[in-house]
């Protein structure tokens, strides 16, 4: 499937913002999935994530600078810009003036294997953000763009071009673009189940009976990776 074929309707990622990563989660589970970006934090508490991928691939200078380093103009409004600095902490990949471009753009959040900075400027702008860790260090001079959308791996988790990224306070996770309409329903389910076993609870019920009786147990149950 080519690029520019890879583009979800946008009913579909504004359904997705409805949810918490939990639900995606145990969706994504449901089809044989775990892509979860363990080590990857929220650095805006209170924002929420979510937009197609637009993949960036950084390599390291050997000796100076070496080539573009820019390409936020590139990024459609609407997706969320996901760097693979190797996840490397002895220099950063983002910063507050990236943010403020990307803002102006409308693009949706930003995911770094790596450090970024600038931090109190980003919380400011409320630019949903996700890193390693924080740092002050430059990568100027250190680091170079390699490609943009191109497969890369966030986190030792593999991300293509147009896959859906979601994340809140809890974490960040990819969804492969191939279900994510699939994981979308699984997830909606998931969240109508647990709407109920809460209003179980406060008629008192055991937990356990609750998610007895709402089949809580196997709304996460793995099925072969396609299914």
Request: aromatic share 8%.
């Amino acid at each position: 499937m080519e690029l520019k074929d890879r583009i979800l309707a946008p009913e579909i990622i504004e359904a997705y913002k409805e949810l918490d990563t939990t639900e995606v989660a145990d969706a994504v589970n449901r089809f044989g999935y775990n892509t979860g970006m363990f080590g990857l934090n929220c650095i805006v508490p209170g924002t929420k994530l979510c937009g197609q991928a637009f993949t960036v691939l950084f390599g390291v200078c050997q000796g100076g600078f070496e080539g573009k380093m820019d390409y936020l103009d590139e990024v459609p409004a609407g997706n969320v810009i996901v760097i693979d600095n190797d996840g490397r902490l002895d220099y950063s990949c983002w910063g507050d003036l990236m943010s403020r471009v990307a803002m102006r753009n409308g693009v949706n959040g930003t995911i770094a294997d790596g450090i970024i900075r600038d931090i109190p400027d980003i919380r400011e702008m409320k630019y949903p953000t996700f890193a390693r860790a924080t740092h002050m260090w430059t990568g100027k001079m250190h680091s170079y763009l390699e490609a943009t959308q191109v497969p890369v791996r966030i986190a030792g988790v593999s991300v293509n071009p147009g896959d859906l990224i979601f994340g809140d306070d809890t974490g960040v996770l990819s969804i492969p673009f191939e279900i994510a309409e699939k994981v979308l329903a699984a997830a909606q389910e998931i969240h109508e189940r647990e709407k109920v076993i809460e209003g179980f609870i406060k008629q008192g019920m055991r937990l356990d009976k609750a998610r007895e009786e709402t089949g809580y147990y196997f709304l996460q149950e793995a099925k072969k990776a396609g299914k």
